[in-house]
């Protein structure tokens, strides 16, 4: 479950790798992450960790900082990577610094109480209208604002500002959805590519964790060139990260430009019946008990020494 603003989806994906281990065979016990997991850790002396923790604490190396200390082994991204994707802002300076292609921004850092007209002012001078402003270290589209008219972007900055004293802009691209599913360690596979369909305006919390809000194709409706080099980018982010085991990183397609634009990489991707990385090894003919028993061998040949 964990303490992030995304608790519920937690409990969600790691109640299906609980009863997709059991169906494997393997002795499972059930940690809800609290302010005292070191002493239930040490309790229940467990031979390896399967990480569902998404947000702060889970996917941002906390944990994994914690379990290498206690010397277990676990699922997943390491402290570095974990730490560094779910930064948005870090991530991007690496991907400007690989050259992988990500859409134009800038970010802010506050300490005191910020001047929102002096920050409106250089987001427009910047960036061209409309743009997304996000809180760099949520996920599940949680802190998300589009804005699309300049009377618009006070109101935003200060809802953003309202979860994280850090702010990203981005420029927003109209496109299509698509996310890639990275499975592996030093020589990772990208699963079958998947177009993300909202029925709401935007693909944001509502749509993504209500079943039939939100529709996956696959494969994507973009030419085989840009599925190639959207499969590429993700390789190439994965690695740039220093990401392990599994993650899912999220693009934009920019179909007029033939551009693919990466938004964000996630260390620990949703595993629940509406997710979209078990979609995507369905696709390639891998059930979700044989997934979740991946992830945990990589976990192992991992060991993340």
């Keep these: 479950g964990g303490l992030s603003s995304e608790r519920e989806v937690s409990l969600r994906t790691g109640d299906a790798i609980f009863r997709a281990l059991l169906k494997k065979g393997y002795n499972v016990v059930k940690i809800d992450m609290d302010r005292n997991i070191a002493e239930t850790l040490k309790k229940e002396n467990i031979d390896f960790a399967f990480i569902a923790l998404h947000g702060k604490y889970g996917e941002d190396g906390a944990i994994q900082g914690l379990l290498e ?7 997943g991204s390491g402290i ?9 802002i870090m991530t991007k300076k690496i991907l400007k610094a690989e050259g992988i292609p990500t859409p134009d921004y800038i970010s802010f850092n506050f300490d005191e109480n910020p001047n929102l007209e ?20 949520e996920g599940s589209t949680i802190g998300i604002e589009f804005v699309f008219s300049e ?4 109101k935003a900055i200060k809802k953003v500002l309202e979860i994280d004293k850090q702010l990203l802009v981005e420029e927003f691209i109209e496109g299509v959805e698509v996310t890639a599913s ?5 020589n990772p596979i990208v699963l079958p590519l998947i177009e993300i ?7 944001d919390y509502e749509a993504k964790y209500t079943p039939g809000l939100s529709e996956h194709i696959i494969p994507p409706r973009i030419s085989p ?8 980018f993700a390789r190439k982010t994965y690695k740039a990260l220093g990401c ?3 993650a899912r990183v999220d693009f934009m397609i920019d179909v007029r430009k033939n551009e693919a634009y990466v938004l964000e990489v996630n260390t620990i991707p949703g595993m629940t019946a509406t997710s979209l990385f078990p979609d995507a090894a369905k696709a390639q003919g891998i059930t979700f008990e044989d997934l979740v028993e991946k992830i945990l061998m990589l976990g192992l040949e991992g060991r993340h020494k």
């Design 244 to 246: 392990r085991g599994f």
């Design 151 to 154: 009377q618009e972007l006070p």
């Design 118 to 137: 002096a920050i409106s002012s250089e987001i427009l001078q910047r960036l061209k209208l409309p743009v997304v402003i996000k809180a760099p270290r």
């Design 69 to 75: 200390i206690m010397d277990i082994p676990y699922t």
């Design 197 to 203: 369909v909202s029925k709401t305006r935007f693909y």
């Design 80 to 88: 570095l990577a974990s730490s560094l994707a779910i930064d948005k």
């Design 182 to 186: 990275v499975l592996g360690n030093s």
């Design 225 to 232: 060139e840009l599925s190639q080099k959207v499969t590429e």
